[in-house]
C-alpha cells in the first residue's frame, strides 16, 4: 500500500486543521491506518488510529476530545481532524498502515510497515 499524506499548514493556537491520508494499491480492508508525529528533537508519537474494517478508534490522551480520526472507504482516505490546536501539537505528521496491527500494539510505530511522508503541522502561540 502506498500513502499520500496532506493538509498540513500553519495555524493559530485554538484553530482547526484536517489532515489526510490517501491509500492505494493493494487491497485495504485489513489495515490498520495511524497518525504519528514526530516534533524536532523528540521521538515518533502515536496520535490515533483506526482500523478498516470495523472503524474501531484509539487516540492518544494528549489529544482525546481535541482530535478525531475517521476513515472514507469510497476515497480510500484516512482523515484527521484537528481542533483546539495548542503549540504544543507542532510537528510533522505521518501517516501509517499495516496489516498485522494487533489492537493492543496499535500505538507503537513499529507495528506499521508503510508510511506516507510526512505533512508538516505548526501552530503559533
Known amino acids: 500500500v502506498q500513502l499520500q499524506a496532506s493538509g498540513g499548514g500553519l495555524v493559530q493556537a485554538g484553530g482547526s486543521l484536517r489532515l489526510s491520508c490517501d491509500a492505494s494499491?493493494?487491497?485495504?480492508?485489513?489495515?490498520?491506518v495511524g497518525w504519528f508525529r514526530q516534533a524536532p528533537g523528540k521521538d515518533r508519537e502515536f496520535v490515533a488510529a483506526?482500523?478498516?474494517?470495523?472503524?474501531?478508534?484509539l487516540h492518544a490522551d494528549s489529544v482525546k476530545g481535541r482530535f478525531t480520526i475517521s476513515l472514507d472507504r469510497a476515497k480510500k482516505s484516512v482523515d484527521l481532524q484537528m481542533n483546539s490546536l495548542k503549540p504544543e501539537d507542532t510537528a510533522t505528521y505521518y501517516c501509517?498502515?499495516?496489516?498485522?496491527?494487533?489492537?493492543?500494539?496499535?500505538?507503537?510505530?513499529?507495528?506499521?510497515?508503510?508510511w506516507g511522508q510526512g505533512t508538516q503541522v505548526t501552530v503559533s502561540s
Open positions: 483506526i482500523r478498516w474494517s470495523g472503524g474501531s478508534t
Open positions: 501509517a498502515a499495516g496489516n498485522t496491527v494487533i489492537l493492543s500494539n496499535r500505538a507503537n510505530p513499529n507495528a506499521y510497515g508503510a
Open positions: 494499491g493493494r487491497t485495504v480492508n485489513g489495515l490498520t
